[in-house]
């Protein structure tokens, strides 16, 4: 494989993928690389595309599995600092693809702008966060989304409304592209006020936080009208256990991988899950988390 000298020293092989993975588990990326600007970025998926070779993007690795047979292709991750980038304009927030979303609500709350708390707490990235409608407490990212900027896999850069990026129930028509940033539609608030919703908020919200746990995921979306939580433990699923992983006991709608666990046990794990709920209520939980 032949690399343009402009991006070749980017290029990292058999990189291990697990380290940026909530779940701390998986196989290797063919190609990896982390571009250090916006111009490195779009020579990688330029080049990629002449080459026929697949782009996949890394936010902050909260919402995904890598297979143990890893990833045939370039993985791009949007960590570097011109890629998470964020500023306001009167009622406007715009961030970077990578910026993870913690550095988001706190950079809206202290310019005054309401509308983004609601994701205080949800880990990962502006990315990673549009690609699945993340959200809480009944509002997502989209419903604030005024403008997203994408990067084609043919190297074009263009601006899409939130209308076109079709926002559903933890979903949207994002994702075959890179999201390179966006732009949100805010209120202006009184500052004090806001900032104390915040703290409320980050208290309930760590509340129901499993303490000592690192290895995690979130692997369904809420089927509507009953949370995940709650139909796993009335069914009494919680705690079910594959292999190395298992759901929490405590919160059920949760992923708690061990120090053995492997890509394979969580997909059984997920399927087994899944199955059981659908033979005793008849609910098809569809998958929160994107498989490589
Ligand atoms: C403990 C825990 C709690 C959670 N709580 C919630 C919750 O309350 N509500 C909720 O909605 N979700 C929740 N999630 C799920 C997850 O945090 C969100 O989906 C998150 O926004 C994913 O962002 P990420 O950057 O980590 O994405 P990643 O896991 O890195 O990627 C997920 C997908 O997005 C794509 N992607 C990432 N960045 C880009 C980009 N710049 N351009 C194009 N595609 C991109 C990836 O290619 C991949 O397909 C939770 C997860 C965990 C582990």
Redesign the pocket.
């Known amino acids: 494989m032949q690399f343009p000298d402009s991006i070749a020293h980017l290029i990292q092989f058999d990189y291990p993928l697990a380290q940026h993975l909530?779940l701390g588990i998986g196989g290797p990326a063919r190609y990896y690389a982390e571009p250090t600007s916006r111009s490195e970025l779009i020579e990688l998926v330029r080049w990629a595309s002449q080459e026929g070779v697949p782009v996949?993007?890394?936010?902050?690795?909260?919402?995904?599995i890598a297979r143990e047979s890893g990833v045939d292709g370039l993985v791009i991750s949007?960590a570097a600092g011109p890629l998470c980038e964020l500023s306001t304009d009167a009622n406007r927030l715009t961030a970077g693809?990578?910026a993870k979303?913690s550095h988001v609500v706190t950079h809206a709350v202290s310019a005054a702008l309401a509308g983004l708390e609601h994701l205080l707490g949800?880990?990962?990235?502006v990315?990673?966060?549009l690609?699945?409608n993340?959200?809480?407490g009944g509002r997502d990212i989209g419903s604030v989304t005024e403008k997203i900027e994408i990067l084609s896999r043919d190297g074009s850069v263009k601006s899409i409304g939130s209308d076109e990026a079709q926002f559903s129930h933890?979903r949207s028509d994002?994702?075959g592209?890179?999201?390179l940033s966006a732009t949100f539609r805010l209120e202006k608030s009184d500052l004090e006020s806001l900032t104390k919703r915040m703290q409320k908020l980050w208290i309930i919200r760590n509340s129901s936080q499993l303490p000592g746990v690192s290895k995690?995921?979130?692997p369904f979306v809420d089927p509507g009208g009953v949370t995940t939580q709650r139909l796993l433990a009335d069914i009494g699923l919680a705690g079910t256990r594959e292999g190395g992983v298992s759901l929490s006991a405590e919160q059920p709608n949760?992923l708690v991988a061990t120090e053995t666990a492997t890509s394979n046990d969580c997909l059984r794990l997920i399927e087994r899950v899944r199955q059981q709920v659908l033979l005793q209520t008849g609910i098809d939980l569809q998958s929160?988390l994107?498989i490589w």
């Open positions: 909530w996949r993007v890394l936010g902050g690795g909260s919402n995904l949007m693809g990578g979303l949800i880990p990962g990235t990315g990673g966060a690609v699945s993340a959200g809480a933890r994002l994702g592209d890179v999201i995690i995921a979130m949760l929160n994107q």
